[in-house]
């Protein structure tokens, strides 16, 4: 008004009634109208510019209404992400889906104006919405809806938000126990993936807005992420249980598979080994496994191992023939990034079995230039990678087998004699099933069980023949050539009984040549008998004994000599 009255002291403004605000112009000058939006607000008068200061005013008016509506706007919007960081926030506090969901539905009724609120989701095993999480007197917690039925099932279908004022009035609304009014609606989304929906009511005749909906549309984004979050923990959750109880499941039955109890074998021998597996399954001392190949040793390393305090822990086989000698070092002690171009950092086997066992198999083939290393981690139970100086502390049980005399390497230099009897501290001598023959009839079984379940065939039974021949045969692959040869007789079986004609020419062959053998030994053993029987009744007359024979003398004597007869 000063800029005004210093313009022209006769200029007078009146409000919209025309009431003098100010100024001194008489009531009969011409008025100009300032206008906003169309509405006359106020009126000026007076002076030459009267009509220019009004139009100026005007345009000044609605300056200010469009700062003001965007200060609003702004404060709003800030209010807006204040309260969807707050709900960021408390939804960040929970990662378990029932208390996300009373979480969300708490402060929706806190930020919109409601009476109730709800979250629905997809069950999609029944293909209904159910729901996780109810506010107010509304929801019945039980129930469901199919994805075509009420407002929220349309909700869901459409993939769109929604106002729903005067909601009776809608045919898509599912009347519940008290009167509501208007409704908002808006998906669970996550991608383009709608997995829910979430709606707040009100019981009192309020219409809400198109401001409501957009705000209540980016709360619903928020909420559909978090319920997504949720939702992934909950599957990791219950996949990492899942695998909990099969983990301890499959210990168990590893504990029962390799139970000392449950290993075969009656032969004198095998229970003697088994019942010292049993004595130092617990105790933390060095295990040497001998024995011909096919043998079982590591059978009985597996049945030390889960029948000791460490059955929960890792059990690492390491084949020491197998592993070139090159990176032979770098495989067992595990290697630091950078050592060479292009290699990455590395666990070793050793590192590995930390807490549990490591099985050295065939230990005889280990490269004499590793022993030393290995020595020096079997007495200090710490571990350097290749390419780094720090010391990894661990502990592991060291269980060794050979198929070699490990005293004969040490005497011609292949093998570390400080090893040898740092490894040999308890030992266990596997013996050949060629002398252990009583176990045979038992393997027979076992693997023939086995194997029928393996090729889904009817029960079989081996003839009485078949058992002789595989009684007879001296089994140099030991246990593990006679479940290949079970498993090749099955195979090839065409009835429910395997005869000899089922098994390997191997098995045949050898029975015969040991069928001859075993005659040609009666054969002389009879004739042996005859002739001291000649020389007795010839009171030692060669003469009288070979006549009484039908062969010279020489003959006689010749035959004497080869059997040892005087």
Known sequence: ME?????????????????KIIGSAGTKDERFPIRLDGETIAWISGGKASHIIANILSHLAEKERDIKCLAEETLNKYKELTMLYALNEKMAMSLELEKIGHVIIAEAVKMIKADNASIMLMDKNKGVLRILSALGKEYNPKVELKPDEGIAGYIFNSGKAEIVNKVESDKRFVAGANRIYSIMC?????????????????????????????????????AASAIEIAHLYDAEKRQKEMLERENINLTYNLRQKFSPARILGTSRQIRDILDKVEKIADIPINVLITGETGTGKELIAKAIHYNSSRFGKPFVVVNCSAVPEPIFESEMFGIEKGVATGVDKRMGKIEQANGGTLFLDEIGDMPLSCQAKMLRIIESQQLERLGSRESIPLNIRVIAATNKDLKKEVENGNFREDLFYRLNVMNFHIPPLRERREDIPLLINYFLDNCTRKFCKQQMRFSADAIKLLMQYNWPGNVRELENEIERAVALCVSDVVTIYDLSDNIRNQSKIAFMETEALLIDESEKAIINKALIEAKGNKSKAAKALGISREGLRKKMKRFGLK
């Open 186 to 222: 808006a998906p669970l989304k996550v991608k383009d993936k709608i997995f829910g929906v979430i709606n707040i009511s009100s019981e009192k005749p309020y219409d809400y807005t198109a401001s409501d909906l957009k705000f209540f549309t980016a709360l619903a984004s928020q």
């Open 3 to 19: 800029i005004i009255s210093s313009i022209d002291d006769s200029i007078s403004i009146y409000d919209a009634t025309g009431k």
